[in-house]
């Protein structure tokens, strides 16, 4: 069975560009999470799909964070102007349904100099 | 809005001893818990989980966790590690829905051989 797949794996960017993360979750499943891993800490939930639909983005910062879930399949994941402290993991998960087990991707490890 | 404690962020042991990894939450409703594990250089996945019923759980590789809901605790032990088991652990919580899989600040384990 195919993993969730992520790309990029890195990314380097300088404060105040662009950045997007894709994610592509395992087939059939309608839930799927974004998370931001800071170096030393827990993942933390920024945004929950089910399906198109979003469940929950109150942790997610809207002036500069975007996502979406065209087609309740792939998703992205965007950043707009980046600041420092956005310097993460961005790691993406999936799951049959809202109570069943994440599968996580590899993650993508961003540095914003 | 839920959150999750993990007291010890560092946990170094021999092979053979005892292991135990504090868990605690806040919520005010029903939960679910959960214990994610992270082995060197691979992804999140799940360890055990709670929902309902018995509040002792069994996982893989021979780990378990008991709910206590009166100390708002979800411990997990293992009689006895192995060096395999040198990773990183996470506790979770969501609520009742299924939604904002909430996770604590994770503890390192170090199991020499």
């Known amino acids: 069975e195919a993993g969730v797949a992520q790309s990029p794996r890195y990314k380097i960017i300088e404060k105040r560009q662009s950045v997007a993360f894709w994610c592509n979750p395992i087939?059939?499943?309608?839930?799927l999470y974004w998370y931001q891993q800071i170096l030393g800490q827990g993942p933390k939930l920024l945004i929950q799909?089910?399906?198109?639909?979003?469940?929950?983005d109150s942790q997610l910062p809207k002036d500069r964070f975007s996502a979406e879930r065209l087609k309740g399949v792939d998703s992205t994941l965007k950043i707009q102007p980046a600041k420092l402290e956005d310097s993460a993991v961005y790691l993406c998960?999936?799951?049959?349904?809202?109570?069943?087990?994440?599968?996580f991707g590899s993650g993508t490890q961003l540095s914003v100099l | 809005a839920q959150s999750v404690s993990q007291h010890n962020h560092h946990v170094i042991l021999s092979e053979a001893a005892s292991l135990e990894l504090g868990c605690n939450y806040s919520?005010?409703?029903?939960?679910?818990l959960f214990w994610y594990v992270q082995y060197p250089g691979q992804h999140l996945q799940l360890l055990l989980k709670?929902?309902?019923?018995?509040?002792l759980v069994k996982g893989i590789k021979g780990f378990e966790a008991e709910f206590i809901k009166s100390k708002f605790s979800f411990n997990l032990r293992k009689p006895s590690v192995q060096w395999s088991d040198t990773a990183e652990y996470f506790c979770?919580?969501?609520?009742?829905?299924?939604?904002?899989?909430?996770f604590g600040g994770g503890t390192r384990l170090m199991v020499k051989p």
């Open positions: 919520y005010g409703g029903t939960v679910n």
């Open positions: 979770a919580v969501n609520n009742n829905a299924g939604n904002m899989l909430t």
């Open positions: 799909f089910q399906n198109n639909g979003v469940v929950d």
């Open positions: 998960a999936s799951s049959l349904s809202r109570n069943e087990k994440l599968f």
């Open positions: 087939s059939g499943h309608a839930t």
């Open positions: 709670y929902f309902s019923g018995d509040p």
